[in-house]
Structures are given as C-alpha cells and as structure tokens.
T-cell receptor, first 114, second 114 residues
Framework: QQQVKQSPQSLIVQKGGIPIINCAYE??????FPWYQQFPGKGPALLIA?????SEKKEGRFTISFNKSAKQFSLHIMDSQPGDSATYFC?????????????FGSGTQLTVLP | KAGVTQTPRYLIKTRGQQVTLSCSPI?????VSWYQQTPGQGLQFLFE???????NKGNFPGRFSGRQFSNSRSEMNVSTLELGDSALYLC?????????????FGPGTRLTVL
C-alpha cells in the first residue's frame, strides 16, 4: 500500500522556472513531512520540512505548501537553477512510540535546463 | 560534525552468500535507521535501532537483520542473498529532542548480487 503518492515522475523546466512537485498522503497519523534531495551517487539530503499545523514554510528558494484537509503538500522551487537538477522525494513520518519511520514518495526527477 | 558514514561503499556478492554492512551515525546521535533503495520499489524502510534496541521493522523477510552497538554504530546483515537484494542500502541517523524527526542519510552501500 503506497501511503505517500508523488507526482510527477519527471519534470523538465527552464532555468528560472518554478517547478512544483506534489504529494498526497493517506495516513492521518503522519505528523512531520520532510523533502529530500538526492544527487546521483549520494544519499538523500534533507531539504526542508513542515508540520501539519503550518500551511506554508519557506527556506531560501524552497517553499512547502501544506493542505491538511486535502492531505496534500507540495514543493515549489523558485528561480530554479541547473544545479537543482536532482531527484526529489517527499516523505512523511508516522510516530510509533519513539520510533521514526520515514515513508517516502516515489520520487521526481527534476531537470533544469540552462 | 562528521556526517553519517557507511562502509563499504560498493559490494559485489553472489546468490546464496551473506553480507554485512556497517553504519556510523553522526556523533551524539543514538538512532540509526536502514532503508533499501531500488529503481522499482523506491525507498523502503528496513528497521530502526535506538540504544541497541530494534524499535521498528519494515516489511522485509527475516533474511534481513541488524544490530546496534553501545557506541551507536549499526550493522545490517542479509543472509542467503537473492538477485532482488541488489540495491542501494542507506543508513540514516537522528538525534534526540525537538529535532528528533530530522534524519540524516549516509552515502549508502551499493550492493550488487550476481
């Protein structure tokens, strides 16, 4: 059962464009929603994260929008650059005691053309 | 602070063999989680260890096991390797307290089963 659905699978934008990646979740017990960026040959790196009591969070050129009622959240990358070309994963954490298990979306391969 | 380190970085094994992967978390972090990343299944949670105790386990067969030592270093073991076990195995560590949801990934161990 895929608990976090991510779209699109791939995305190509021109430099300066604003790619948007969308995620939807099913489990209402999720209480923390991070986004990870992964370059080839590297592990995922935490980019930005949001909690469900906040509708938007910005860090530099990255913005998360969160819609709790729709159980959806999205990542916007402002003024995208070729160096942003990577695979992006949304994720959600469900708490089980003191455990923290990340449930990942399927990933979006972003290409920013120069 | 040094990041999460994983050894070895690359490994080639044959079917039926067993393998042990190692992970050293960020200094001061007591939780270590393991994930499997494949093109077909994406990123899937294997298990989490905290203070030498397994706190949570994903939906993987018993051939996959792990342990954590008193210095928080962790190992995972896969016995009777199958071709489908070829994957990037990622380790993530997290600290305690308010920032405990932030998980930091290592570069991974690329396992190829022939």
């Amino acid at each position: 059962q895929q608990q976090v659905k991510q779209s699109p699978q791939s995305l190509i934008v021109q430099k300066g464009g604003i790619p948007i990646i969308n995620c939807a979740y099913e489990n209402t017990a999720f209480d923390y929603f991070p986004w990870y960026q992964q370059f080839p040959g590297k592990g995922p790196a935490l980019l930005i994260a949001i909690r469900p009591d906040v509708s938007e969070k910005k860090e530099g050129r990255f913005t998360i929008s969160f819609n709790k009622s729709a159980k959806q959240f999205s990542l916007h990358i402002m003024d995208s650059q070729p160096g942003d070309s990577a695979t992006y994963f949304c994720a959600a954490i469900s708490e089980s005691g003191s455990a923290r298990q990340l449930t990942f979306g399927s990933g979006t391969q972003l290409t920013v053309l120069p | 602070k040094a990041g999460v380190t994983q050894t070895p970085r690359y490994l080639i094994k044959t079917r039926g063999q067993q393998v042990t992967l190692s992970c050293s978390p960020i200094s001061g972090h007591r939780s270590v989680s393991w994930y499997q990343q494949t093109p077909g299944q994406g990123l899937q949670f294997l298990f989490e260890y905290f203070s030498e105790t397994q706190r949570n386990k994903g939906n993987f067969p018993g051939r996959f096991s792990g342990r954590q030592f008193s210095n928080s270093r962790s190992e995972m073991n896969v016995s009777t390797l199958e071709l489908g076990d070829s994957a990037l195995y990622l380790c993530a560590s997290r600290g305690a307290g308010l920032a405990s949801n932030e998980q930091f990934f290592g570069p991974g161990t690329r396992l190829t089963v022939l």
